[in-house]
């Protein structure tokens, strides 16, 4: 990895996994999945965002492992995966079936998390009957379906053309990043995260961040301007919470309201107050714990149910 592809001390450095190994998806590409925790134990899938990587859920991954077996994987072109010829939804929602096929075992259901993009990549999914028979429940975090361009508020100007027009042109840039600077991090802040963020967080999102390769970024920015997975969201059936930050600026918590009351079987929304959109790293325990509360509520059932199934 990128010297500056994630911290590497404290709470937000990535653990070491107990295994690594690669997906194929279904049009080739290698996917970079690591595996942490106990192989018995319930499982869990992690999907990050645009322009991060396995790094950002080092908190999830840390506080999880101890009772669940975590599977986190590098969307392509991030992390250890290697770019790819094809971006869009479909290829995201190859790439994740790709992952539960390599990573669970036969009838095996995992919690299945997404942030941002990762979030998009569940709804891109839902359709899938690989996905569901592979789903016991899903968490959406900080992510949206439709319009993320137009209902950006990364631009202080009001809403409308030219706006959405400016908002395109900032988020689509094929402009470097460079290093990780003071003013880099100051204006990472201020476009993804909460104000109040401490700067061990700010710093731990900027050095995933940065380390995304332009080309990369470029590509999925293209895509994510032309989202539209309203009708996916629609197929998405398992149970399904939801999570937010009020001072979200990429994905406004229109966007987390908004999947609340489309969903099929929303479980819960959460909106937290004072967090923007990096709210795995943010919001770190909240993530965690429901993450925690699916799998208490629907993991256990499901295995229940199977063994009511198998009694005679």
């Known amino acids: 990895m990128s010297r500056l592809t994630h911290v590497t001390a404290g709470p937000y450095a990535l653990p070491v996994p107990r295994r690594e190994l690669v997906a194929v998806s279904a049009d080739g590409s290698r996917l970079h999945v690591e595996v942490h925790g106990d192989e018995g134990a319930p499982a869990v899938v992690l999907a990050h965002g645009w322009t991060c990587s396995t790094a950002f859920w080092a908190a999830q991954i840390r506080a999880l492992a101890t009772d669940h077996r975590v599977i986190a994987y590098d969307q392509r072109g991030h992390g250890r995966s290697p770019a790819a010829s094809a971006y869009s939804t479909t290829a995201l929602a190859d790439d994740l079936v790709a992952v539960l096929e390599a990573t669970l075992a ?63 042109a900032v988020l689509g840039s094929r402009a470097p990043l460079g290093p990780v600077t003071p003013v880099a991090k100051q204006v990472l802040k201020y476009a993804t995260m909460g104000p109040g963020s401490a700067p061990d967080r700010v710093e731990a999102c900027a050095r995933i961040v940065h380390a995304c390769p332009t080309r990369v970024r470029h590509a999925w920015s293209e895509v994510l301007a032309g989202l539209d997975l309203d009708a996916d969201l629609a197929a998405l059936t398992a149970p399904t919470a939801v999570i937010g930050g009020k001072n979200d600026r990429l994905t406004p918590v229109v966007h987390a309201r908004g999947l609340a009351a489309a969903l099929p079987n929303c479980v819960g929304l959460t909106e937290l107050t004072g967090m923007g959109h990096m709210t795995p790293i943010e919001a770190p325990e909240a993530v965690t714990n429901a993450v925690r509360e699916l799998s208490a509520l629907y993991l256990n059932t499901t295995e229940d149910a199977t063994e009511k199934e198998k009694t005679p």
């Open 106 to 168: 036969p009838g095996e259901r995992a919690i299945v998390a997404g942030h941002s993009m990762g979030g998009m990549t569940i709804m891109a999914a839902a359709g899938r009957p690989e996905f569901a028979e592979r789903t016991a429940a899903a968490l959406l975090c900080s992510t949206g379906s439709s319009r993320l361009v137009a209902e950006a508020l990364v631009v202080p100007l009001r809403a409308g053309r030219a706006r959405t027009r400016i908002t395109g």
